[in-house]
């Protein structure tokens, strides 16, 4: 299962994707809402794969969508 990780960057004050894989960002936006479409977008692309959010304080990720 690929993962599509969303995560804060404070030093920018955007939301970033990434691939699992990859270490350079897929795509950034101020507003998560639409890179969580973007997100969910390059998901049902690449199946098997999930979008997960990873917040800052906890040390779990959060499963947003998963396509199989």
Not at 6 to 29: G, P
Not at 33 to 58: E, G, H, R
Request: net charge negative; aromatic share 10%.
């Amino acid at each position: 299962m690929i993962k599509l990780r969303i995560i804060y960057n404070y030093e920018k004050k955007r939301w970033e994707l990434y691939h699992q894989d990859v270490d350079i960002e897929i795509a950034s936006n101020h507003n998560i809402y639409d890179l969580i479409i973007t997100a969910d977008l390059i998901a049902k692309l690449i199946k098997p794969a999930q979008v997960v959010f990873v917040p800052q304080s906890l040390p779990k990720e959060i499963v947003i969508n998963e396509y199989v």
